[in-house]
């Protein structure tokens, strides 16, 4: 069985202020990971996803995550947010093998304050 | 490459009503697979389809029903619907998913059906 955990629901930053969106997960076999970001009233967007190649991943929108095995950790960060980074986002893992389903954590909607 | 597409946007049903929704993924994407979001339960999977067969299938009632067609598209059936079953529905298409083999695990969504229930 898969899970994953997102500390925070809510998290508050300034404008060009570092973003730190953690997530941890826990998974019998090596795990793929992603991050999605999703806008009110829309789907969901890959920002970036681990899939067993670097543990530091760079994503879109200047987001990028590392992957922590030790730690069973894979942390989304942005070095300065922007005001159009308020969204929510979303941890997945997928248990890779044949398994292709999704499973989600509970999300963090990210405020960005002037 | 046009993204998947989801009709429709927006449903309001009565308690008791059975519904469909609609899904066409990606050209060349041959997975489908379905997620229920909630504010309560938050993100959960439905069921996958691949080549028209089911591959997997989440904690769902017997309610939820669907299916796949030759060219990929898929549909999402909820029979006798509850309150409980108001919710953004959505789709993701897979090029080459694992459930069948490959390797590609990069899922895209489409902006989702958003139900109520009534």
């Known amino acids: 069985a898969q899970s994953v955990t997102q500390l925070g629901s809510h998290v508050s930053v300034s404008e060009g202020a570092l973003v730190l969106l953690r997530c941890n997960y826990s998974?019998?076999?090596?795990?793929?990971l992603f991050w999605y970001v999703q806008y009110p009233n829309q789907g969901l967007q890959l920002l970036l996803k681990?899939?067993?190649?670097?543990?530091l991943v760079k994503g879109i929108n200047g987001f990028e995550a590392e992957f922590k095995k030790s730690e069973t950790s894979f942390h989304l960060t942005k070095p300065s947010a922007h005001m159009s980074d308020a969204a929510e986002y979303f941890c997945?893992?997928?248990?890779?093998?044949?398994?292709?389903?999704?499973?989600f954590g509970t999300g963090t909607r990210l405020q960005v304050t002037l | 490459k046009a993204g998947v597409t989801q009709t429709p946007r927006y449903l309001i049903k009565t308690r008791g009503q059975q519904v469909t929704l609609s899904c066409s993924p990606i050209?060349?994407?041959?997975?489908v697979s379905w997620y229920q979001q909630t504010p309560g339960q938050g993100l959960q999977f439905l069921f996958e389809?691949?080549?028209?067969?089911?591959?997997n299938k989440g904690n769902f009632p017997g309610r939820f029903s669907g299916r796949q067609f030759s060219n990929s598209r898929s549909e999402m059936n909820v029979s006798t619907l509850e309150l409980g079953d108001s919710a953004l529905y959505l789709c993701?298409?897979?090029?080459?998913?694992?459930?069948?083999?490959?390797?590609?695990?990069?899922?895209?969504f489409g902006q989702g059906t958003r139900l109520t229930v009534v």
């Open positions: 997945a893992v997928s248990g890779g093998g044949t398994a292709s389903k999704l499973t």
């Open positions: 998974s019998s076999v090596p795990p793929y």
């Open positions: 681990y899939t067993s190649a670097a543990t």
């Open positions: 050209s060349g994407h041959r997975s």
């Open positions: 389809y691949f080549s028209e067969t089911q591959r």
């Open positions: 993701a298409s897979q090029q080459n998913p694992p459930s069948t083999g490959g390797m590609n695990t990069e899922a895209f």
